[in-house]
């Protein structure tokens, strides 16, 4: 089996690269911007991006960076407006048809969604199985349940379009085995047509080396602090995350928020001004140091996959708080709290509840520690090749494994 992997953008791809080529099945990542370790390229940006778009533990001769393109949607992208959509759909494209001349040496295709239409097709003409790795859940939910929240603040729905709706659509089709991180991702396949035997459930992996648990002591006078990580948005339920803390008025509950903001929601923040501090955007070992100096860890998002902050946050031993739309392996009083999407009420109770019993919440956190652990990125190779090998047992792909 020789797997060649192409993801347009970082989420948890370096990490399934580094998984791969550990197991000896990596044939080549495609991938946007990635800066070896000998690179002039380096010198000419600012170092904390080098050290997102780096990982030490690849070999750079099996890293295919694609980064025009990158550089050009960059350069376009602020100057697109309200059009930005079109920027990325363009950047999408570029990027899956530059990334078909390499494709020779794989057996297996896999590649993330909205990166492989065209890509796709190549390589089925090549003869090579091709694996969708889907990172969120089915378009048909998404527009569902986002067009309602959009209607409620009289916004405008800057986070879907129809040619990004079509591209993953097509994918879905063309892909003959698809990889959901989430059983809340499989079944809204289901429910849409997408047959069970298509698809295997593998959550994410995690570096539980890089996130771990703070050894500080909690003292009884100390805040209580939350943190969410992620873009700032109405698809992750930001507008009722910050209503919630807001009406806990509780003083000792201390809201962090960590990423940017989309457009749309600027003009919400400064009236929930008081209720939250804003970070911006954070470096991978900002983040997790941060995940160390927090109680607990929210996120009330109405569509994702399987968020890969929850994966950080419970491998940093923290109590979550989620929605079953993250997709997380959060389970209701075991290691974290299970809110509605959409209801600040009972985000606000579940926030106050775990500042009234830190015991509990430190409870919760060494248990989602223990599940990140059965998560680790080492053990998330093991899954992929298993997967692999059932997807394509008795083909060629599997025989040469």
């Not at 057996?107 to 199985?129: E, I």
């Not at 079509?166 to 959901?180: K, N, Q, S, T």
């Not at 059983?183 to 771990?212: H, M, W, Y």
């Amino acid at each position: 089996m020789r797997v060649i992997l192409s993801a347009g953008k970082r989420g948890h791809y370096y990490l399934t690269a580094r998984a791969l080529q550990q197991h000896g099945v990596l044939e080549r990542f495609i991938t946007s911007t990635f800066f070896p370790r000998r690179c002039l390229r380096r010198h000419l940006v600012p170092k904390r991006y080098v050290r997102i778009r780096s990982d030490p533990g690849l070999e750079d001769r099996r890293v295919v960076s694609l980064w025009p393109i990158e550089a050009a949607y960059r350069v376009v992208r602020p100057l697109a407006g309200r059009a930005w959509r079109r920027a990325m759909n363009a950047y999408n494209a570029a990027y899956d048809l530059a990334s078909i001349p390499f494709l020779k040496g794989g057996t297996v295709f896999h590649f993330a969604n909205t990166y492989g239409v065209h890509s796709a097709a190549a390589a089925k003409r090549r003869g090579m199985a091709v694996v969708l790795d889907q990172q969120s859940v089915h378009p048909g939910y998404a527009i569902d349940v986002l067009q309602a929240e959009y209607d409620r603040f009289g916004m405008w729905d800057s986070e879907t379009d129809a040619p990004m709706v079509r591209r993953v659509l097509r994918e879905l089709e063309l892909a003959d085995r698809i990889l959901v991180p989430s059983r809340f991702v499989f079944e809204e396949n289901v429910a849409r047509g997408i047959p069970a035997e298509k698809q295997r459930i593998v959550p994410f992996g995690v570096d539980t080396s890089l996130f771990r648990p703070s050894e500080r002591t909690r003292k009884p006078k100390d805040p209580f602090r939350v943190l969410f990580a992620g873009r700032m948005s109405v698809r992750k339920g930001v507008p009722h995350m910050l209503e919630a803390v807001k009406r806990a008025a509780d003083p000792r509950i201390e809201l962090l928020c960590a990423g940017t903001a989309a457009p749309d929601i600027e003009s919400l923040l400064p009236r929930y001004a008081k209720h939250f501090t804003r970070l911006g955007t954070l470096s991978h070992a900002r983040l997790a140091e941060l995940y160390r100096e927090v109680d607990a860890f929210v996120l009330t998002s109405f569509v994702e996959g399987s968020a890969l902050v929850t994966y950080e946050a419970m491998a940093s031993g923290l109590p979550c708080v989620v929605t079953r739309s993250v997709g997380s392996l959060v389970e209701d009083g075991e290691t974290g709290v299970l809110v509605p999407p959409g209801d600040p009420d009972a985000l606000a109770a579940a926030l106050i509840s775990l500042a009234d019993e830190p015991e509990r919440g430190r409870a919760l956190g060494r248990a989602a520690r223990a599940v990140a652990l059965d998560n680790d990125i080492q053990l998330y190779g093991d899954r992929l090749l298993g997967a692999y090998r059932d997807f394509f047992a008795g083909s060629v792909c599997a025989a040469s494994a």
